[in-house]
């Protein structure tokens, strides 16, 4: 069996607050294979976000992880401490971050910030250190490097500095990649042209990333497998076809009925009615209950487990059960209605 | 425009804006003095004053300048100081550049000292509370700093003088150096350092205070987060990535604050009797020694306004933002190479 690169086994963290313990992620098992492009989604607040800066422990010491275990490469790095993490972080574990406005030192030229990630992690010169940021500027698609090399980043536009944010998340070569919305603050065309770049660059270094996003049209283009999370919860995890095609819990319900229809004219769009849960004191059943229209009794009382629809497809809710009423997704019943 | 041009033009603006700012500092004092109540004559003759008569008093004012409406006086004052005659000091009874002019060194002295040693503590203050904020030692800096900084200076003084000069004899309470030592180096800074002492105990941390802040916010930015995943540790974040977008911040607060600096250094001189252009300042002031206080007003006026603008030249050399000629100069590259 291959060995996945990266492992969280029911991870769950958590903020210390003045009014109580936020659970921000809870209880969290996926695994990501090499070469595999996961992506996450979910609303706002639903601890995507949490999650992958829990994994290169970016979080503020205010959090915690309350339990689980999450393994890199076969090493579990939960217990890591800083000195040990900073070998990981850029090496192994690497990350964009969503605004590339702001993620770039505005004083430090490009290629300096791109070589100071190689000089940390491989003990090379600094001439050979230039190449390496030339040839990564060049992969990404920066047009004349070696001008581009000297200049700071408000000589650049939003999508050449997603480019080298992302140039220097990989100068050392990371084994998995974090994406927090790496499209999200740019327009359509350069969200495309980055989408491509980086499953160009997935083809030719055979990278694992981990998508993070709420754009579902953006995820169904890149990503292999998804995962729904859901008040801090992994609801439904599966291929992009099962995600897509056949959804099993009541919330991607929501969310893909919430996608319009460009081939039809619809009236209003529909949403999910109410609002994600506050995580300071979460309910005991499942958070989507009370959002839910076709919440059973059960939902308000336990937490669903897991429930394994095909090897690779498992989503949490009670209406998978044997006991529960057979319900048809409403899904189909709109796609029926739109074809 | 070209470059060179636009340098040129930057120039000759801060040069009249000197020029102007200048003039209106001298009329403004110029009239205050005179308004004033006193009279000049009596620190010129002194008691003697008193036994003379009406004629004797008018025939000294016309022979002093004194007579006549103010701008008259004006007109005929910068007629002489713009061929470099400021006039004769009425307490001194010597041409007032004589009396400034060996004291001018002693308060450069002073002032420069503790102008640079208190940048350079605040800064490594800054730099030391920022790394370890909110641990024990930086909210123990935080309250002693501020409490050293409400102390009044000049009963800080008195009481520095009473402990090191009079109960313990280790250093001497008042004056520049020792008399007949004056080219002493050693001497000079045994006199120092009870005035350096106040000046930078009064100072240092309102600016390191500031510093302290900019660098704390600095340090939430998102760059600092990129940099972390990158494997930086924090000494070299804080270090090579925030005080890099502080630095223009620090000059530019120096700036602002030779004026502040050099009040204390004026408040220090008359503690400690330490013969500068501080001291002599209020000794002009109170005998309305009018010719002597333009001297020292313009003096202190132009050292004020100068500092600021050489730090707005420093900053757009620190950080090319602020600097509109490099990015014109740049689009020109550009528009030319892609043509």
Redesign the interface.
Known sequence: MIQPVLQLKNLSVSFDTPNGEIEAVRDVSLSLNKGEILAVVGESGCGKTVMSQSV?K?LPKTSRIKQGRIIVDGNDITDYKEKQM??????V???V?Q?PM???????PIGKQIT??II??NKISKELARKRALEMLDLVGIDNPLHMFS??P??FSGGMRQRC?LA??LT?NPKVLFTDEATTALDVTVQAKILDLLLDIRNKTGISIVFISHDLGVVARIADRVAVMYAGKIVEIGTVEEIFYDPRHPYVWGLMSALPYLTKEEGNLTCIPGMPPVMLDPPPGDAFAVRNEFALAIDYEKMPPMFQISPTHSAATWLLDERAPNITSPLSLKRMAVS | MNPKAMIIKKITKRTLGLILTMFILSVGVFYLARLAPGDPLQSFYGDAVESMTTQELDAARIRLGLDGPIYAQYTKWIGNASQGDFGLSLKYKTPTLDVVSPLIGNTLILGGTAYILVFVLATLLALFCAMNEDSLFDRIICKVGTAAYYIPPFWLGVVLVLIFSINLHWLPSSGAYDIGKSGDILNRIRHMILPLIVMILSHLWYYAYMIRNKLLDEVRKDYVLLAKSKGCTKTEIVFKHCFRNVAPTIVSIMAISIPHVLSGTYIAESVFNYPGIGALSVQSAKYHDYNLLMLVVLITGLLVISSSIIAQSINEVIDPRMKLTEVSAWREKTASSSS
């Open positions: 290169l970016l900073r070998k990981l972080r850029g090496s574990l690497s990350m971050f605004d702001t993620t770039l030192n505005p004083t430090i100071e990630s940390k992690h200049l700071q408000h000589f944010v220097i998340a050392a």
